[in-house]
C-alpha cells in the first residue's frame, strides 16, 4: 500500500515538472520575441519649414453698417390710401413712397385759406380807413396780427398735410414692405426699411495698444462667410478718438465701395487691416499644430541612428513652438523651429516622441492661403 502511494505521488510529481519545464520555455520564448520586436512605422505627411514676407496686419471682428439707412415711419397717424413703392425695389431721393389720408386737413384748410381772404380785406379795409384817420393804430396793428395769425394756422394745415405724403429721404434700396393699402398707421410704426449701399461701413475695434499703428487711410481687407472666396478691399476712415473704458478697445471705421451692393448692413465679418512693414516669418500649416494645456507643440521628423542589424529609418521628436497669425491654411511659429526643417503636417494625434514613421504626401490636400473649401 505504501508503495503505491509512493508511485503514485512520484508520477504527479513528474507531470507538475513537465508542465512547470514547458511553461518555462513558453515565457523565455515570449520574453525573446518581446526584445526582438521593433513597432512597424506610422505612415504621415510632411512639410518643410518656409521663411516666407507677410505683411503685417491686425485682425478684428466686425458688422457692416449702411452709410445711410432708416426704417421709414409716418410722423403723423392716418390711414393708407396709396403705397407707390415696391418691396425690394431701388428708388432716388425724394420718390414718393406712401400717402396718408389727408381729407380732414384739406377740409380744414379751406376753411382756414376762407378766414385768411377775410383777414386780409379787412386788413385792406382798415388802411384805408387809417389814411383818413377814422380808426386808430392799434386797430390797424389787430387787423394785421390777425392775418398773419391766419395765414400761420393755414401753414400748418399745409404742413400736415405734406407729412402725410412720405417720400424717400435718400437713395437707397428698400426692403420687405410692412404695411397694407387701407389700413390706419398710428404715428411711428415701420412701414419699409430704406438702406443706402454704396457705400457701407464696416465698423469693428482693435486693443488700445495697436493705436500707434493705426493711421486713417490705410487699406483694409474684409472677409464674410456669405462670399467665402472673395476678399473686399477698403480704406480706414475714421478712428475713434475716445477708448472704452470698459473693454480698452478703440473703435475704427473702414469704408467699402461696394458697387455691386455685394455687403449688407448687419453681416458679420472679419476685418484685416493692412499695416504698411513687411517681415520675414517661418511658416507651417495649422494642421501641423498640436494643442495641449501646456502649450502648443509639433513633431520633427528626423533620421534615425544606425544600429547594427537595423535599416536606417525616421523617427519623430516632439518640440515646443510658439505661433503667431495665421493667414488661411497656414500658422507663423515665433520660436522653437529653424527654416528647412520637416514638421509632420498630418497624422500628429497618433504619434509619440521617438516613434519611427514613413513619409507619404501623395493623399494629403495641399495647403494654401486663401483656401475654397469645396463644401464650405
Known amino acids: 500500500m505504501k508503495r503505491k502511494t509512493a508511485l503514485a505521488i512520484l508520477l504527479v510529481l513528474l507531470v507538475v515538472g513537465a508542465l512547470a519545464g514547458i511553461k518555462t520555455l513558453q515565457i523565455r520564448k515570449l520574453m525573446a520575441a518581446g526584445k526582438s520586436f521593433s513597432q512597424p512605422p506610422e505612415t504621415v505627411s510632411s512639410f518643410v519649414v518656409r521663411e516666407e514676407k507677410w505683411q503685417s496686419s491686425l485682425t478684428a471682428i466686425g458688422s457692416i453698417a449702411a452709410v445711410q439707412g432708416v426704417t421709414v415711419t409716418p410722423e403723423l397717424p392716418g390711414t393708407i390710401t396709396e403705397i407707390a413703392f415696391e418691396a425690394g425695389a431701388v428708388v432716388s431721393k425724394g420718390d414718393l413712397l406712401l400717402r396718408l389720408d389727408p381729407s380732414l386737413e384739406v377740409a380744414q384748410l379751406r376753411a382756414l385759406e376762407a378766414q385768411v381772404e377775410l383777414a386780409r380785406v379787412n386788413l385792406e379795409r382798415e388802411r384805408t380807413l387809417r389814411i383818413q384817420q377814422m380808426i386808430s393804430q392799434s386797430d390797424l396793428d389787430t387787423a394785421e396780427a390777425t392775418l398773419k395769425q391766419n395765414r400761420a394756422n393755414a401753414d400748418a394745415i399745409k404742413t400736415t398735410i405734406e407729412k402725410k405724403t412720405l417720400r424717400a429721404p435718400f437713395a437707397g434700396r428698400l426692403g420687405i414692405r410692412q404695411v397694407n393699402l387701407g389700413q390706419y398707421l398710428d404715428a411711428g410704426k415701420p412701414i419699409v426699411s430704406l438702406q443706402s449701399l454704396t457705400p457701407v461701413y464696416a465698423d469693428f475695434s482693435l486693443p488700445q495698444q495697436e493705436l500707434a499703428r493705426l493711421q486713417t487711410g490705410m487699406r483694409v481687407r474684409l472677409l464674410t462667410d456669405a462670399y467665402p472666396q472673395r476678399a473686399f478691399e477698403g480704406t480706414l476712415t475714421t478712428i475713434n478718438p475716445d477708448v472704452d473704458s470698459n473693454t480698452r478697445s478703440v473703435g475704427l471705421q473702414a469704408t467699402f465701395e461696394n458697387k455691386d451692393q455685394s455687403l449688407r448692413p448687419g453681416m458679420f465679418a472679419r476685418a484685416e487691416v493692412l499695416l504698411p512693414e513687411e517681415k520675414s516669418v517661418l511658416v507651417i500649416p495649422i494642421t501641423a499644430v498640436l494643442s495641449a494645456p501646456y502649450g502648443d507643440s509639433v513633431y520633427v521628423i528626423e533620421s534615425k541612428p544606425a544600429k547594427v542589424g537595423e535599416a536606417p529609418g525616421l523617427i519623430v521628436r516632439q518640440q515646443l513652438v510658439r505661433v503667431g497669425p495665421a493667414r488661411g491654411d497656414f500658422v507663423t511659429v515665433e520660436s522653437g523651429l529653424k527654416a528647412s526643417e520637416r514638421?509632420?503636417?498630418?497624422?500628429?494625434?497618433?504619434?509619440?516622441?521617438?516613434?519611427?514613421?514613413?513619409?507619404?504626401?501623395?493623399?494629403?490636400?495641399?495647403?494654401?492661403?486663401?483656401?475654397?473649401?469645396?463644401?464650405?
Open 343 to 376: 514638421v509632420v503636417s498630418a497624422g500628429v494625434f497618433k504619434l509619440r516622441s521617438g516613434m519611427p514613421v514613413v513619409e507619404n504626401n501623395k493623399v494629403t490636400p495641399n495647403s494654401s492661403d486663401a483656401p475654397h473649401p469645396a463644401d464650405s
